[in-house]
């Protein structure tokens, strides 16, 4: 669909509101035809008839009340178009984030953050522009300039013919220039989503840049991507200039002929003086909105340019269950699961990630998935947590389709632990909160209590209300992530995924978590996904995946006893973790 009709449709839910900026506006230019009218006619009379202010009395008060009204007009419609443009940009940003929410981790995992928060932030506030200036400017160049013409026309044919002929040259011009500046206007946008991509890479990742000295290198990177935004900045204004120069000598030329061939016709007294002044008054006005129109196409190309890859998010495809089966209401758990078959590639079928694999959970059973790096194992969490959908085969929990339930209604069923935990520049207790928002402080502290965290949170200035930073930065590795089992414990869902949640931790605290995570995982139907084979010892089950592909199954004093993968995988982790 073209991206000029796809934001077109966003002016449905306030429609009433863009029109009324349009009839404002165009009722501003109605008053001010009114306005030449009656000030050609004081000057007449002022001058020519030599009236005294007595007579003209009635006219000044009209021209004043004309004044006022115009000015009023004017003040509301520009109200309305403002408020058309923030309304419509809150509706696009609530929906942009919802449809990021919605796409999860999957989709953002691919994305850079930095370019898509600057979407999210600057690209949508360029939309102002486009809907409170471009638009409505694009309604009145039309309505405005027919309005005068029509009114031109009967009291002079020669002025009303020549700015007939003179009118389409100014969009004509426009149009040549236009193409030049809105492709520069996309790359301009294109290469600050990238540089504000890489600077927020820069800033997260600057304490590990410092540790290997490659801090410093970052400096003429970002001076480099700096200087090419600015020459395409530079390149954009020059193009408006231009047009703006181009725009204006021709309004400027086309007044200049109306005014000698008015001068001329009122030298030989074939045109009276009141109807020479009322045309030549109208003359630039009736240019100003096509030269406006010009000016605010270039802000709203930026817009333009901003939209289209909001679009590409907003249209972005959610995880796909194939045929839609009849909506279900999430049984009560217990939960059994069972993949059959079920197949997954990423990047359009080229990188295959599960190849017809096969198993089940049984209710309150925990199974650990295991193998090499690559093996499926995190793809099989995601296809449960529905950010992803199965390429074929089929998940069901306690029989039914895992796609007949509602994503959210369903996620509100599972518990996950991942290896890094996001966490927000918020106080410890908003952290915890973040899996029940209307949790009470105590069930904040008996959560972090069952997660080994209530210690290390006495030790702190505010307790509980101490910010910890953006991503955690005042916090260690493993401090972050016993406020995700905090989080898990404080949901106590039915359904339990710990994705590598001991992984890159000390002896000490990896102790912690695993005593923590014992505790989680009783009546729980859970899944394990581990690097650290000694963690999953204590499963019910453990799965060994290689290619996609379930390769063993059974309990660890089954599998170790026999040749295989895992016994392999066992005797390499016991080699990285043996002291030389």
Same mark, same amino acid.
Not at 28 to 39: E, F, R
Not at 363 to 387: D, E, I, M, N, W
Not at 492 to 502: F, Y
């Given at each position: 669909?073209?991206?000029?009709?796809?934001?077109?449709?966003?002016?449905?839910?306030?429609?009433?509101?863009? +029109?009324?900026?349009?009839?404002?506006?165009?009722?501003?230019?109605?008053?001010?035809?009114?306005?030449?009218?009656?000030?050609?006619?004081?000057?007449?009379?002022?001058?020519?008839?030599? /009236?005294?202010? %007595?007579?003209?009395?009635?006219?000044?008060?009209?021209?004043?009340?004309?004044?006022?009204?115009?000015?009023?007009?004017?003040?509301?419609?520009? &109200?309305?178009?403002?408020?058309?443009?923030?309304?419509?940009?809150?509706?696009?940003?609530?929906?942009?984030?919802?449809?990021?929410?919605?796409?999860?981790?999957? !989709?953002?995992? +691919?994305?850079?953050?930095?370019?898509?928060?600057?979407?999210?932030?600057?690209?949508?506030?360029?939309?102002?522009?486009?809907?409170?200036?471009?638009?409505?400017?694009?309604?009145?160049?039309?309505?405005?300039?027919?309005?005068?013409?029509? =009114?031109?026309?009967?009291?002079?044919?020669?002025?009303?013919?020549?700015?007939?002929?003179?009118?389409?040259?100014?969009?004509?011009?426009?149009?040549?220039?236009?193409?030049?500046?809105?492709?520069?206007?996309? @790359?301009?946008?294109?290469?600050?989503?990238?540089?504000?991509?890489?600077?927020?890479?820069?800033?997260?990742? $600057?304490?590990?840049?410092? #540790?290997?000295?490659?801090?410093?290198?970052?400096?003429?990177?970002?001076?480099?991507?700096?200087?090419?935004?600015?020459?395409?900045?530079?390149?954009?204004?020059? &193009?408006?200039?231009?047009?703006?120069? &181009?725009?204006?000598?021709?309004?400027?030329?086309?007044?200049?002929?109306?005014?000698?061939?008015?001068?001329?016709?009122?030298?030989?007294?074939?045109?009276?003086?009141?109807?020479?002044?009322?045309?030549?008054?109208?003359? *630039?006005?009736?240019?100003?909105? $096509?030269?406006?129109?010009?000016?605010?196409?270039?802000?709203?190309?930026?817009? =333009?340019?901003?939209?289209?890859?909001?679009?590409?998010?907003?249209?972005?495809?959610?995880?796909?269950?194939?045929?839609?089966?009849?909506?279900?209401?999430?049984?009560?758990? *217990?939960?059994?699961?069972?993949?059959?078959?079920?197949?997954?590639? !990423?990047?359009?079928?080229?990188?295959?990630?599960?190849?017809?694999?096969?198993?089940?959970?049984?209710?309150?059973?925990?199974?650990?998935?295991?193998? *090499?790096?690559?093996? %499926?194992?995190?793809?099989?969490?995601?296809?449960?947590?529905?950010?992803?959908?199965?390429?074929?085969? @089929?998940?069901?929990?306690?029989?039914?389709?895992?796609?007949?339930?509602?994503?959210?209604?369903? @996620?509100? #069923? &599972?518990?996950?632990?991942? #290896?890094? *935990?996001?966490?927000?520049?918020?106080?410890?207790?908003?952290?915890?909160?973040?899996?029940?928002?209307?949790?009470?402080?105590?069930?904040?502290?008996?959560?972090?209590?069952?997660?080994?965290?209530?210690?290390?949170?006495?030790?702190?200035?505010?307790?509980?209300?101490?910010?910890?930073?953006?991503?955690?930065?005042?916090?260690? %590795?493993?401090?972050? #992530?016993?406020?995700?089992?905090?989080?898990?414990?404080?949901?106590?869902?039915?359904?339990?995924?710990?994705?590598?949640?001991?992984?890159?931790?000390?002896?000490?605290?990896?102790?912690?978590?695993?005593?923590?995570?014992?505790?989680?995982?009783?009546?729980?139907?859970? $899944?394990?996904?581990?690097? @650290? $084979?000694?963690?999953? /010892?204590?499963?019910?089950?453990?799965?060994?995946?290689?290619?996609?592909?379930?390769?063993?199954?059974?309990?660890?004093?089954?599998?170790?006893? /026999?040749?295989?993968? !895992?016994?392999?995988?066992?005797?390499?982790?016991?080699?990285?973790?043996?002291?030389?």
């Amino acid at each position: 669909m073209n991206l000029d009709r796809r934001l077109l449709r966003q002016l449905g839910t306030v429609r009433v509101l863009f +029109g009324s900026a349009i009839l404002l506006s165009m009722l501003g230019g109605l008053l001010l035809i009114a306005q030449a009218w009656a000030l050609s006619q004081i000057v007449a009379r002022v001058f020519l008839r030599e /009236q005294r202010l %007595g007579e003209v009395a009635p006219l000044l008060a009209a021209l004043l009340l004309v004044i006022t009204a115009r000015a009023a007009a004017t003040w509301a419609g520009d &109200v309305a178009a403002s408020e058309t443009a923030e309304r419509i940009k809150g509706d696009l940003r609530e929906r942009l984030f919802a449809r990021i929410i919605a796409l999860g981790p999957a !989709y953002t995992r +691919g994305e850079r953050s930095g370019e898509l928060a600057s979407t999210a932030i600057a690209g949508i506030e360029a939309l102002d522009a486009y809907f409170s200036q471009y638009l409505p400017q694009l309604s009145l160049a039309l309505l405005i300039p027919l309005g005068m013409l029509a =009114v031109v026309f009967p009291v002079d044919p020669l002025s009303g013919l020549v700015l007939l002929v003179t009118a389409p040259l100014i969009p004509f011009f426009m149009i040549l220039i236009g193409g030049m500046a809105a492709r520069l206007t996309r @790359r301009q946008f294109t290469q600050l989503s990238r540089m504000s991509a890489h600077f927020l890479d820069v800033l997260q990742g $600057l304490a590990t840049l410092k #540790q290997f000295g490659r801090s410093r290198d970052q400096i003429a990177i970002i001076r480099r991507i700096s200087e090419q935004f600015r020459d395409t900045t530079m390149g954009v204004l020059r &193009v408006a200039f231009l047009s703006a120069l &181009v725009l204006e000598m021709l309004a400027t030329i086309s007044t200049a002929i109306i005014a000698v061939e008015i001068g001329l016709r009122l030298l030989y007294g074939r045109l009276s003086f009141e109807e020479a002044f009322f045309v030549l008054i109208l003359a *630039p006005e009736f240019y100003l909105p $096509l030269r406006m129109l010009g000016t605010r196409f270039h802000a709203g190309m930026s817009g =333009v340019a901003a939209a289209a890859r909001i679009f590409d998010v907003l249209e972005t495809p959610l995880p796909d269950c194939g045929p839609p089966a009849p909506p279900r209401a999430v049984p009560p758990p *217990p939960y059994a699961l069972r993949y059959d078959r079920v197949h997954y590639a !990423y990047d359009g079928g080229e990188r295959p990630a599960l190849n017809g694999i096969t198993f089940a959970v049984e209710a309150g059973q925990r199974v650990a998935l295991v193998g *090499p790096s690559g093996a %499926g194992k995190s793809t099989v969490a995601q296809l449960l947590l529905r950010f992803l959908a199965p390429g074929s085969g @089929r998940i069901t929990v306690n029989g039914i389709d895992l796609c007949a339930f509602p994503p959210d209604e369903w @996620r509100r #069923q &599972v518990a996950w632990v991942p #290896q890094t *935990p996001y966490l927000f520049a918020d106080t410890v207790a908003d952290n915890i909160r973040l899996a029940r928002p209307d949790a009470l402080l105590a069930d904040v502290i008996r959560a972090a209590e069952q997660a080994h965290l209530d210690r290390f949170v006495a030790t702190l200035p505010d307790g509980y209300d101490t910010p910890i930073g953006e991503r955690g930065a005042r916090l260690s %590795g493993g401090q972050a #992530q016993r406020i995700a089992l905090a989080r898990a414990f404080l949901k106590d869902a039915p359904l339990l995924i710990l994705d590598e949640a001991t992984a890159n931790l000390d002896p000490a605290t990896e102790t912690l978590i695993q005593d923590a995570m014992r505790a989680l995982v009783q009546s729980r139907t859970t $899944l394990i996904i581990a690097h @650290r $084979l000694r963690t999953v /010892q204590s499963a019910d089950r453990i799965l060994v995946l290689d290619a996609g592909r379930v390769v063993q199954a059974g309990a660890h004093a089954d599998l170790i006893a /026999q040749p295989g993968l !895992y016994r392999d995988l066992i005797r390499a982790h016991d080699a990285e973790v043996t002291p030389c």
